[in-house]
């Protein structure tokens, strides 16, 4: 297993590496300068104080030698300053945020596993039912939907018609004057539309899988045989079946971590959520390059470590993963 | 706010950042910078029950305001966009302010004395002001922001405007001078509230790293109390405030990016203070609800949205060209689509009833035939019936670019397009991010026309926009327009302090920009702030409703005390 | 077998109704001029933001444009951007997909890590920052959307690949001494395509869900083009007075994609062999 972890661990970062590479050269590659937004279409800014600005912010070096310092900052977790006027660290800027996205996130993947599960097991034992065909539909219908249509029309449902949900933030004005249970209750209310909303796609994604995963499993040769055994339909599907059926699932949940983080752009949007993608949105409108190198490079190390996890959780259930 | 007399004529252009209508953030931040004119009708009639009188000031309660964007900085001086403006006005003040009569009157400094030749000016300061630690204001302090300002490693954008001057000098703890090179008309104005810091707090400190940026400490209305990065500022009433302690308590300053979720906000009572859409002007908050509930109020912003021509493009060389686009574009139309009406047509770079203002110029009234006689003029006919005007088997057709994230812009882009469309002259619009949009189209002159607002200063100087010698790469006369008469006259206008000479010469200035139509000028847009009606004391002037709000009050009885921050 | 899975197929009511959906789809783009009642860039000052009415049967948005229009020529582009883009990222995905799968060793190395290292990487940050640096456009959303898209189609045609390499006709066609790119895309490719082309079909929705993801925050087609993404933008920013702005466009992609989607979902059950239960 040590060995397992460790082979893993260096992939990771190899990948990381790979992707912040990539992702370094595609952003500095495109045109336009951070410094624009400070000094654009202000008369009283002249060239020289412009060229002053790029210096400062190292801009005046070619993109390999950037990506050079960068990277130097970067293994010592060190994100370099944001360029936006308040200059703030990245880091700073970005880790009172993770919690927000994160906690989000988390929380509809719970979500998604609870819901999409239970469906994709029923529909596949139950297959062509009415059950079936149903949860098919609605599934379907999630999968369709554009989430910030869905954020919309809930919003406008639930927060404007029916006065029952708030409709943006995580917090109420009050929230600090208000009890721990008090907080919890308040959070709480503000995450429902937001979890739902980011996790409706998954749920559908997910109980897709599963139920052609379950159909694939049962129709394996040592279902047929557990059932020739004789053994009861409820033992074969849930001991057997569901055990195997759940291994892909592992997978495609670390898979879908990028997907959930991206798609914390709109939602947060949406919904005015303090987060990740918020800032993130922010920072690309600015040409922020050090909190967008920083954030993607957040990204990608959540979701290795959501590929990691599952791949752990996989080598747990199935041994013959370690040995491989 | 009153206090950023300079800001003002600096922030030349609508802040780009922000998704879908950005307009809401220029509306805001114009009602909290600059302001409306002394016109009578500030108020908007159907609400101009504002009964200040029936009720006794109170001291509590909280004041929530809605922005679209984030303060990134809370100095003013390194501040580039107005939401910082915004809530840093509320903590500092300046030497001068302008009143409500866009006059510009004492704020720390009680008075002043201007040389003879206009190129000294004495500042006397208010004394016992004190920054809120406790510390007193002095003199030393507007010479410390003097310094920083122009310092080199300061990443300023409004330095400009302290390069002109010779001298500074501390004469004593109150009196602080300054001498000019050469006259400069707009100097007396510069001195708001960006050269003012503390120096006991700041000397010594690299201020682009201080923690005072997101922290600061003023004199002004509100201290600064506690910052939730893209959620909510917080600020509370100052005490001892020189003009003595605001009515209201707190003043938080909440961070909502999308316009329909704040107005939502605005309904369910989570916002008290927001600048409306027209849409949401016009048609969502004329119910009876919003009547009880709200005053909404309307005046002129100090800005204008224009369409520019690249004059050193073949096309628009031609003067009758670009009349004849001039003649085609009704512009009535694109403020009853885009503004819902809530605007007035521009005729020049100054907005209506100011006093560089010439109402008398050559209007370019819609007239769609008298384009098409102009152009035929030229040689532009449709001769191969496909619809669009040709001339020499080429088609006349243009480019016009404009900045993403501006929702008016798009909407009256696109007007444009489908006007000229009728006349036979194919438009094709590109939408651009703000920073390759400036880099890679405006900077290298890479466009045909542009379609671009000025948000202008209460000075009326303009020579970074029209002089000749602004045409270089970066610069602001980016249409590269060159007219050696206009050259004069803007030479004129900046050296000297007699507003009639002045006057004279900005008006022949715009009489020469409507002849020759280097620009477009299609609307001044109004400012459709929206406050809850439990607050009392608003007195809508030319400069906008909330330069006083240490004055504004919310009586006893209608004080909401749950919300303390 | 073609007719077990034309069967197995019709069978499939949903698999059926998505092929209609899209085929439908088709035929409104097609015929958008003939059908439209009016021109879809038509700008009525008197007429903004009008409710369903029987001169325009689903409103108006905020130039006073017939949304009825504007959607059928709205269908154009996302079948545009559907095809397109799936197109950059089925040919990418097959070059890298069967230069791994076929050559094995290194090359299978190098790709399989880039792939991965593009799985990692959450893709939509990074559309979003290329195309608000490089600006928005039909074509640029197109191109970037392929580029970042194409992973799976290289892994479904690398395995395909892997299983294939050593089959009997592959050999005897290399014993034959044809060339190595006819043998990969005349021989290999072919057999391995059915996969292939469900998942493209699921990846035409994928795609016009980004695009109007995109549209949604402004960096969608450039005006006057209608698109269904950018009609929901305008249904956003006006959410309280002109639902319809909002409810239609957004049905209108919830259509197309579930069209989409239950078409490739239904080929896929049919075509799979491994659940055909008498056969």
Redesign the interface.
């Given at each position: 297993m040590t060995k397992f972890l460790l082979k893993k661990s260096v992939?990771m970062l190899?990948?990381?590496f790979?992707?912040t590479l990539?992702?370094f050269f595609?952003?500095h590659l495109?045109?336009?300068?951070?410094t624009?937004?400070?000094?654009?279409?202000?008369?009283?800014?002249?060239?020289e104080?412009?060229e002053?600005?790029e210096k400062?912010y190292g801009l005046d070096k070619p993109i390999v030698v950037q990506y050079g310092m960068w990277l130097k900052r970067i293994v010592r977790f060190d994100f370099g300053d944001s360029f936006?006027?308040?200059?703030?660290p990245v880091w700073d800027?970005i880790k009172?945020?993770i919690p927000i996205t994160l906690g989000i996130n988390v929380l509809s993947m719970i979500l998604i596993f609870v819901v999409a599960i239970p469906i994709g097991i029923y529909s596949a034992v139950r297959r062509y039912s009415v059950f079936d065909?149903v949860t098919?539909?609605f599934v379907?219908?999630g999968?369709?939907?554009?989430?910030?249509?869905l954020a919309?029309?809930l919003?406008?449902l639930f927060?404007?018609k029916l006065?029952v949900l708030p409709?943006?933030?995580i917090?109420s004005?009050?929230y600090?004057?208000l009890s721990v249970w008090g907080k919890i209750w308040d959070v709480s209310r503000h995450l429902v539309l937001p979890v739902f909303v980011s996790a409706i796609g998954g749920i559908a994604g997910i109980s897709?899988y599963m139920r052609s995963g379950m159909?694939?499993v049962i129709?394996q040769d040592y279902i047929t045989t557990a059932r020739a055994k004789g053994l009861p339909e409820r033992t074969v599907t849930y001991r057997h079946a569901l055990r195997n059926a759940l291994l892909p699932i592992i997978t495609i949940l670390g898979?879908s971590v990028?997907?959930l983080?991206?798609?914390s752009?709109?939602f947060e949007?949406?919904?005015?959520i303090?987060?990740m993608g918020?800032?993130?949105?922010?920072s690309?409108?600015?040409?922020d390059y050090p909190v967008?190198m920083g954030?993607?490079t957040i990204?990608?190390i959540l979701?290795?470590a959501g590929?990691m996890l599952a791949d752990i959780s996989y080598a747990l259930v199935d041994p013959r993963v370690r040995k491989a | 706010m009153g206090q950023h007399v300079r800001n003002i004529r600096i922030k030349k252009r609508v802040l780009p950042l922000y998704p879908l209508s950005v307009y809401l953030l220029l509306l805001l931040s114009i009602l909290l910078s600059s302001g409306c004119r002394n016109e009578g009708n500030a108020l908007d009639k159907s609400d101009s029950n504002n009964s200040a009188e029936n009720s006794t000031p109170a001291y509590g309660d909280t004041i929530i305001v809605g922005s679209i964007g984030e303060p990134s900085v809370l100095i003013p001086m390194l501040a580039g966009d107005s939401a910082s403006h915004e809530v840093a006005g509320l903590i500092f003040n300046g030497l001068v302010k302008y009143d409500t009569d866009l006059e510009i009157i004492g704020d720390l400094a009680e008075s002043w004395d201007i040389s003879p030749d206009g190129l000294t000016i004495t500042f006397h300061l208010r004394k016992g002001v004190r920054w809120t630690d406790g510390v007193e204001f002095t003199a030393d302090d507007v010479m410390f922001g003097y310094k920083t300002i122009i310092d080199d490693k300061t990443p300023t954008a409004y330095k400009e405007d302290f390069l002109q001057v010779k001298r500074a000098k501390v004469l004593d703890r109150y009196t602080f001078r300054v001498t000019y090179k050469k006259p400069f008309a707009p100097a007396l104005s510069s001195w708001g509230n960006l050269p003012v810091l503390p120096e006991h707090l700041l000397r010594g400190k690299d201020i682009t790293k201080a923690a005072f940026r997101r922290k600061p400490v003023g004199m002004g209305p509100f201290i600064f109390q506690k910052w939730i990065p893209g959620e909510k500022i917080v600020l509370r009433s100052n005490h001892d405030y020189f003009e003595g302690r605001p009515y209201i308590d707190h003043y938080i300053y909440r961070i909502i990016p999308d316009p329909s979720t704040m107005f939502l906000e605005l309904r369910t009572g989570g916002i008290d203070l927001m600048g409306l859409t027209p849409v949401q002007y016009k048609k969502q908050t004329d119910t009876e609800f919003f009547r009880k509930n709200f005053h909404k109020f309307r005046y002129p912003t100090f800005a204008y949205t224009y369409l520019g021509f690249n004059l050193k493009y073949g096309l628009f060389t031609n003067r009758k060209i670009r009349q004849a686009i001039a003649y085609a574009i009704n512009k009535q139309e694109i403020i009853d689509i885009v503004l819902f009406g809530l605007g007035r047509i521009a005729t020049g770079p100054y907005v209506p009833n100011t006093w560089p203002y010439n109402p008398d110029v050559k209007k370019y009234k819609y007239n769609p035939e008298k384009a098409k006689h102009l152009l035929a003029e030229e040689g532009w006919t449709d001769t191969d019936g496909d619809g669009w005007l040709d001339k020499d088997g080429r088609r006349l057709e243009f480019t016009i670019i404009t900045n993403m994230g501006n929702d008016s812009r798009r909407k009256a882009a696109t007007i444009i397009q489908w006007r000229l469309k009728q006349i036979g002259i194919k438009v094709k619009i590109r939408i651009i991010e703000w920073s390759a949009f400036i880099n890679e189209f405006i900077d290298k002159r890479q466009f045909e026309a542009c379609l671009l607002g000025w948000s202008i200063g209460l000075d009326p100087d303009q020579y970074d926009i029209w002089d000749s010698s602004k045409t270089g790469e970066k610069e602001f006369n980016f249409i590269s327009f060159k007219n050696s008469e206009v050259d004069r006259l803007l030479d004129k206008g900046r050296r000297t302090f007699n507003i009639g000479e002045r006057k004279k010469a900005y008006f022949r200035i715009q009489e020469i920009l409507a002849e020759e139509v280097p620009y477009v000028f299609l609307y001044v847009p109004d400012a459709l702030p929206i406050v809850s009606s439990r607050f009392k004391g608003i007195k809508p002037a030319p400069i906008g409703i909330t330069y006083n709000i240490n004055k504004w009050y919310v009586p006893k009885n209608l004080q909401r005390d749950k919300l303390i921050p | 077998m073609k007719s077990v899975v034309w069967t197995r197929l019709r069978r499939n009511k949903l698999a059926l109704a998505g092929g209609i959906i899209v085929i439908m789809l088709f035929v409104v783009a097609l015929l958008a001029p003939v059908i439209s009642p009016y021109n879809p860039d038509e700008i009525d000052a008197g007429g903004i933001l009008s409710p369903p009415a029987s001169s325009h049967w689903l409103g108006t948005d905020d130039l006073g444009r017939d949304v009825l229009s504007r959607m059928i020529y709205g269908a154009r582009i996302s079948l545009l951007v559907g095809f397109v883009a799936v197109g950059i990222s089925l040919i990418i995905g097959i070059i890298f997909g069967s230069v791994a799968g076929y050559y094995g060793g290194l090359a299978d190395r190098i790709i399989m890590r880039f792939v991965d290292i593009m799985l990692s990487i959450p893709t939509f940050f990074l559309i979003l920052a290329v195309i608000a640096f490089v600006g928005p456009g039909i074509w640029n959303i197109m191109i970037v959307i392929g580029l970042t898209s194409w992973m799976g189609v290289a892994r479904l045609v690398r395995a395909e690949f892997l299983t294939l390499r050593n089959r009997e006709f592959v050999l005897s066609a290399q014993s034959l001494g044809l060339s190595r790119t006819r043998i990969m895309m005349r021989h290999m490719l072919p057999n391995g395509m059915a996969p292939v082309f469900i998942s493209a079909i699921l990846g035409v929705a994928a795609a016009i869900l980004v695009e109007s993801g995109l549209s949604f925050l402004g960096l969608g087609v450039q005006p006057p083009t209608a698109s269904w993404g950018n009609i929901l933008t305008l249904g956003k920013s006006n959410i309280e007075i002109a639902w319809w702005l909002s409810v239609y466009p957004g049905l209108a992609i919830l259509v197309t994609v579930l069209g989409y989607n239950l078409l490739g979902e239904g080929l896929r059950d049919a075509i799979d062999p491994r659940l055909w239960e008498n056969r």
């Open positions: 992939e190899f990948t990381l790979g992707i990539l992702s595609i952003i495109a045109p336009g300068k951070p624009d937004i400070l000094t654009d279409m202000n008369p009283k800014v002249t060239p104080m412009r002053r600005l400062y936006s006027t308040d200059r703030r800027k009172e945020r065909k098919t539909v379907f219908t999968f369709a939907a554009p989430s910030f249509w919309l029309l919003m406008i927060g404007v006065h409709i943006s933030g917090t004005l009050d600090d004057a897709r159909l694939e129709r898979l990028p997907g983080i991206g798609g752009v709109i949007q949406i919904f005015s303090p987060g918020l800032l993130f949105y922010m690309v409108m600015m040409r967008v954030i993607l990204g990608a979701t290795l590929n | - | -």
